[in-house]
């Protein structure tokens, strides 16, 4: 995975638990020589221990992690590829065109990088839905994201999950809708 997810991660975890939070999770996942830049892409499994660390170490589950870790990073993300994105753009818009626009672009500039190909269905101009598949079945980050750039073009999203990967189906049906 792209370092900027580790990078985030680290700031995440400083910002909600405190600096010293940090080593302590890096140690409870055996990581404590871990160096983590942007430039450069560690493997998934770092990342599912990370997570399975903290679980361990706040008592939240992983579903709430990632999806905290999601809300909390879109306000970075969205600001580092701005030169991408249309300053006109509602959430829903930039959502809808992240695969596009965002997506294929980090996978042909970061070779170690593999975001989700992400299918998007315009409903109406007030509601989309986001078809997920990915083995990391991080479906949990994708809502987070997602209310994350809605609170960042402060516009409030609500976020549903008719289909889940976790509950057996063949990909995650992400439904999200603008006031
Ligand atoms: C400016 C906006 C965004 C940027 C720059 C961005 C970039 C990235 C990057 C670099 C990764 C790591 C991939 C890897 O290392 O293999 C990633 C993963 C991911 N992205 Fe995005 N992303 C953006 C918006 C979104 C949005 C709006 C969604 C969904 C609503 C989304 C869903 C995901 C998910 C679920 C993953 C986890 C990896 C996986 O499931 O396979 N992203 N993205």
């Not at 942007?38 to 990342?47: I, Q, S």
């Not at 939240?60 to 905290?68: C, D, K, N, V």
């Not at 479906?139 to 402060?154: I, N, Q, S």
């Amino acid at each position: 995975m792209h370092g900027i997810v580790f990078v985030e991660l680290e700031k995440f975890v400083k910002t909600k638990l405190g600096a010293e939070a940090w080593p302590k999770l890096l140690a409870h996942a055996g990581l404590s020589q871990a160096k983590y830049k942007l430039t450069a892409a560690f493997p998934d499994e770092e990342a599912l221990k990370l997570v399975g660390s903290a679980v361990a170490l706040t008592g939240m589950t992983a579903p709430q992690i990632l999806e905290s870790f999601g809300d909390f990073i879109a306000g970075d993300l969205l600001q580092m590829y701005a030169g991408l994105l249309k300053k006109e753009w509602s959430a829903l818009d930039v959502i809808e065109n992240t695969e596009a626009t965002i997506h294929s672009v980090v996978r042909q500039k970061n070779p170690g990088a593999a975001p989700p190909a992400l299918e998007v269905k315009r409903v109406s101009p007030q509601e989309l839905v986001l078809v997920y598949r990915s083995q990391r079945k991080m479906c949990d980050l994708a809502k987070g994201l997602a209310k994350g750039v809605g609170r960042e073009r402060a516009q409030a999203l609500t976020v549903d999950e008719p289909d889940c990967m976790h509950r057996g189906a063949s990909a995650c049906r992400i439904r999200i809708r603008s006031a």
